[in-house]
Nanobody, 128 residues
Framework: VQLQASGGGLVQAGGSLRLSCAAS????????TGWFRQLPEKEREFVAA??????????YYQDSVKGRFTISRDSAKNTVYLQMNSLKPEDTAVYYC????????????????????WGQGTQVTVSS
């Protein structure tokens, strides 16, 4: 599976961005896609994930982005989106998308170790 993340940029506080993660290659019907972010010299942190369940998906968010970010999937395009609204300077980071080919239980979607493939990262900068 190859992942292409895009959509980052520079935005003022309160603004919006939509990140895209396009997947190509072999894909499992039971996979989870997550977004993580990382600042220099800091650990990568979980942002959001969507876990395929039956014909739909369950979504999960870090507390600090709940109500502001929305993760969604377009299965026809094999793409997962992260709509980010009401952006804050503390959202500034490099954002990575990741895919787990197997199903991850709900309690572990925040754990980067369970993801098999990673995109290249896209920079999001929020100015105050």
């Amino acid at each position: 599976v190859q992942l292409q993340a895009s959509g980052g940029g520079l935005v003022q506080a309160g603004g919006s961005l939509r990140l895209s993660c396009a997947a190509s290659g072999r894909a499992s019907s039971g996979y989870t896609t997550g977004w993580f972010r990382q600042l220099p010299e800091k650990e990568r942190e979980f942002v959001a994930a969507i876990r395929r369940v039956g014909g739909g998906g369950m979504t999960y968010y870090q507390d600090s982005v709940k109500g502001r970010f929305t993760i969604s999937r377009d299965s026809a395009k094999n793409t997962v989106y992260l709509q980010m609204n009401s952006l804050k300077p503390e959202d500034t980071a490099v954002y990575y998308c990741a895919v787990a080919e197997g199903s991850i239980i709900a309690g572990l979607v925040h754990n980067s170790a369970y993801y098999d493939y990673w995109g290249q990262g896209t920079q999001v900068t929020v100015s105050s």
